[in-house]
Nanobody, 115 residues
Framework: QVRVVESGGGLVQAGGSLRLSCAASGNIFGINAMGWYRQAPGNQRELVATITSGGTTNYADSVKGRSTISRDGAKNAMYIEMNSLKPEDTAVYYC?????????WGQGTQVTVSS
């Protein structure tokens, strides 16, 4: 059984920074890529950033230049540091592990940016 847990969310003022963490435990292997997604109330879940097993990164235009995704392969963990946060970054942030057995999602962590 695979368990994915996000942490690091919270309330932050506009212009501030946050570092979200995600860890996977259990029988997870064959990871192709990992990614962060977010969902704001009334909106669909959207991609924030991804990182492949080879380290290639991809960012949504909305966060490009102010976010950095990273991973620790030995720990099956990944992180995203977000700077210059804006109220429109407010959402529940989810991490996803894409493996050859399928995708695994966490329960999400709330990020609220106050203006």
């Amino acid at each position: 059984q695979v368990r994915v847990v996000e942490s690091g969310g919270g309330l932050v003022q506009a212009g501030g920074s946050l570092r979200l963490s995600c860890a996977a435990s259990g029988n997870i292997f064959g990871i192709n890529a990992m990614g962060w997604y977010r969902q704001a109330p009334g909106n669909q879940r959207e991609l924030v950033a991804t990182i492949t097993s080879g380290g290639t990164t991809n960012y949504a235009d909305s966060v490009k230049g102010r976010s950095t995704i990273s991973r620790d392969g030995a720990k099956n963990a990944m992180y995203i540091e977000m700077n210059s946060l804006k109220p429109e970054d407010t959402a529940v942030y989810y991490c996803n592990y894409d493996t050859f057995r399928g995708g695994y999602w966490g329960q999400g962590t709330q990020v609220t940016v106050s203006s």
